[in-house]
């Protein structure tokens, strides 16, 4: 069989890809990666209901999945049936079961007064406050301990570390910028010296990297890796990261669009599917809804509207009365 072109997003076999992972269960890799299961059903689903194919998963077998991992003692949800309530796979856990229209099976109240051991990485104060909002109950977060905390992180460069004194990078502007205007407090943010330094993260190849004198990474050019941060990558989540932050300041426009949008589409898998990092490396889930978001954001013709905020269907988010004013490049149409 010959290997299709990657010059357009091949969306039959991401979504076959998609579909076919976690079914060989005695694969060692399976079993290495059980402290991201929530978060790579969570990627699955968004890639699909991005793709235009949300239902491509068993609903109902992703529901009992999702329940199967809530912690009682905690009061929160674990990674995998068994695994300790943590904040990330909450958020992730909460994202699903809203997608999905069944947050009436989880105990919001539970997960609301949930004490998650005094985590003080900015990545995880945005999965709280993403969860918090999704759930309705963000006013009973302290807004301003919040945005001052957030504050403490700023650099002179207009970027954001991980905590306070560590230096500015792209997955820790995406989660602070989406944090601040999830709380309508986008006036902390230094606009355009930010917007200048995630502008600089694109690279001659037309791919973005995390912060300077690293090499590109998809993820980049949108959202959360949270579990590989340290990656000294440069592919599609690295470009998530820096478009979502870009979309939410409202200037993508400062990027190389098309550049950025061949860098993705050559990372994809011409024959299995899937979206590695960069071109010729190994696929997988994390990649490719990074990948997937990042051209939604690019306007790719063909996909559904994502909100950077949430890294979620904008639709959906809309809904629910919480969008913000982000602007993403205009739908393409072929």
Not at 136 to 145: A, C, H, S
Not at 153 to 164: A, P, W
Request: with cysteine.
């Amino acid at each position: 069989m010959l290997a299709m072109s990657t010059a357009e997003l091949l969306i039959p076999l991401h979504v076959a890809y998609i579909q076919k992972l976690g079914e060989n269960k005695d694969d060692l890799t399976y079993h290495l990666t059980s402290h991201l299961r929530m978060n790579a059903v969570y990627w699955g689903l968004t890639a699909l209901a991005i793709m235009g194919r949300k239902d491509a998963l068993d609903r109902d077998e992703m529901i009992e999945f999702v329940m199967s991992c809530w912690d009682e003692e905690a009061g929160a949800f674990g990674a995998n049936p068994g695994h300790d309530a943590h904040l990330l796979s909450t958020c992730s856990a909460i994202q699903i079961m809203v997608m999905q229209d069944a947050l009436d099976r989880v105990d919001v109240d539970r997960v609301v007064k949930w004490d998650a051991f005094g985590e003080i990485d900015t990545r995880f104060l945005y999965c709280a406050v993403n969860s918090l909002s999704l759930l309705g109950r963000l006013g009973e977060l302290d807004v301003e301990k919040t945005v001052g905390y957030i504050r403490s992180c700023r650099n002179f460069d207009g970027g954001f570390g991980s905590s306070e004194g560590a230096e500015s990078h792209a997955a820790q502007v995406f989660v602070c910028v989406a944090a601040l205007a999830i709380l309508d407090r986008l006036d902390e943010v230094d606009v355009d010296t930010l917007a200048w330094w995630l502008a600089e993260r694109q690279l001659p190849n037309g791919g973005l990297n995390g912060r300077p004198e690293k090499l590109e990474d998809v993820c980049t050019a949108n959202r959360l890796e949270l579990q590989n941060l340290d990656a000294d990558t440069n592919g599609p989540q690295r470009s998530f990261w820096v478009l979502s932050a870009l979309s939410i300041l409202r200037k993508v426009p400062w990027i190389d669009a098309e550049k950025l949008t061949s860098f993705i589409l050559s990372a994809q898998d011409p024959e299995g599917g899937g979206i590695a990092d960069r071109p010729g490396d190994m696929v997988d889930v994390f990649h490719t809804i990074f990948g997937v978001a990042g051209l939604s954001i690019l306007g790719y013709p063909g996909l559904v509207d994502l909100d950077p905020v949430y890294c979620m269907p904008a639709k959906l988010i809309e809904s629910k009365g919480l969008h913000k004013d982000w602007q993403a490049l205009p739908r393409r149409v072929v």
